[in-house]
């Protein structure tokens, strides 16, 4: 089993949808979580932090349930450019912090 | 804001040669820096963990006498592909946090091309 664990895309979507993405993560002990975007042969640049309390940004709202061990990203009225890969990441201590990146989900935002 | 400087942003070169990438944090200093690789539609993969002034940390799997890296300064990593081969082509990418628990800051990445 993948340490993260994100929905397979792609998610294909008109403009002015809401698309939600989740996320697994199996370490119980992991610190630190984040949404970080990534757009084809680009560096990721980080979305939002996502917290127990769960926080907003503008059309973007993530959550973080440790209980479940699952996180989520909400995007409202999706734009043209939204479209990139998601992904999912997360922060353990092992000796060091060590960061795990999801596989990504892919979307498509469509005219 | 922290900004990490990555070099060549791509690299094409014949079977059995070396390539060096070179990773830079330009306004901090960064006592460990990461070394990712993607391969098409994939994840980022850690490779190692680069530690200034000492070894290297490998992930498991990779090989540290064929990803050689070297971390001399508080500001700069470098990861040479040794021998390169068709299959090590894919996207290279280092990043450096702040300090622990902060947000990575990634370099722009590298796209070596092997033939």
């Known amino acids: 089993r993948k340490e993260v664990e994100q929905d397979p895309g792609p998610f294909n979507v008109p403009e002015g949808a809401t698309v939600a993405f989740n996320c697994t993560y199996s370490?119980?002990?992991?610190?630190?979580f984040f949404w970080y975007r990534q757009d084809c042969r680009k560096e990721p640049k980080l979305l939002m932090s996502v917290y127990s309390s769960g926080n907003e940004d503008g059309r973007f709202t993530a959550q973080l349930n440790r209980a479940s061990q699952y996180i989520s990203l909400l995007i409202r009225d999706s734009k043209l450019s939204d479209s990139a890969t998601y992904l999912c990441?997360?922060?353990?201590?092992?000796?060091?912090?060590?960061?795990?990146f999801g596989a990504g989900t892919r979307l498509f935002v469509k005219a | 804001g922290a900004v990490v400087s990555q070099h060549p942003s791509w690299v094409i070169c014949k079977s059995g040669t070396s390539v060096k990438i070179e990773c830079r944090s330009l306004?901090?200093?960064?006592?460990?820096m990461f070394w990712y690789r993607q391969f098409p539609k994939q994840s980022l993969m850690l490779m190692a963990t680069?530690?200034?002034?000492?070894?290297?940390?490998?992930e498991q799997g990779v090989e540290k006498d064929k990803f050689l890296i070297n971390h001399a300064s508080l500001t700069l990593s470098t990861l040479t592909v040794t021998s390169a081969h068709p299959e090590d082509s894919s996207f290279y990418i280092c990043?450096?946090?702040?300090?622990?628990?902060?947000?990575?800051?990634f370099g722009s990445g590298t796209q070596l091309s092997v033939l």
């Open positions: 990043s450096a946090n702040l300090g622990a628990g902060e947000k990575l800051f």
């Open positions: 306004d901090f200093q960064a006592t460990t």
């Open positions: 990441v997360v922060k353990n201590r092992d000796g060091g912090f060590k960061t795990i």
């Open positions: 370490n119980s002990a992991s610190q630190s």
């Open positions: 680069s530690n200034e002034g000492s070894k290297a940390t490998y």
